[in-house]
């Protein structure tokens, strides 16, 4: 059974950092690309960021390009998140996401068939 645990949220000021894991286990997605993907109150689940499996590929939305970076070690099937600059607007519940066959489309949810449970991150003014 596959399973995908996101870590590291929590509560920090405007102009803080929080780095989230995920550790992914029941299968290896080392050659597949990952993603996270964040959810505010009201609001429709949206792109974060996406790494292919060599790592050498990132994409990000555009709210969060040179604030955000993502990672992941295939060895400990785990991917990361490092958030810095956290604005308000950053407050959400945040998701990693893992797709059963490797897809071109890393932006979008329908290209993921596995979800973790969130982890919410709050950022105060």
């Known amino acids: 059974q596959v399973q995908l645990v996101e870590s590291g949220g929590g509560s920090v000021q405007a102009g803080g950092s929080l780095r989230l894991s995920c550790a992914a286990s029941?299968?290896?997605?080392?050659?597949?690309?990952m993603g996270w993907f964040r959810q505010a109150p009201g609001k429709e689940r949206e792109f974060v960021a996406a790494?292919?499996?060599?790592?050498?590929?990132?994409y990000y939305t555009d709210s969060v390009k040179g604030r955000f970076t993502i990672s992941r070690d295939n060895a400990k099937n785990t991917i990361y998140l490092q958030m810095s600059s956290l604005k308000p607007e950053d407050t959400a519940v945040y998701y990693c996401a893992a797709p059963s066959f490797d897809t071109p489309v890393v932006t979008t949810t329908d290209s993921y068939d596995y979800w973790g449970q969130g982890t919410m991150v709050t950022v105060s003014p």
């Open positions: 790494i292919r499996w060599s790592g050498g590929s990132t």
């Open positions: 029941g299968r290896t997605f080392y050659k597949y690309a």
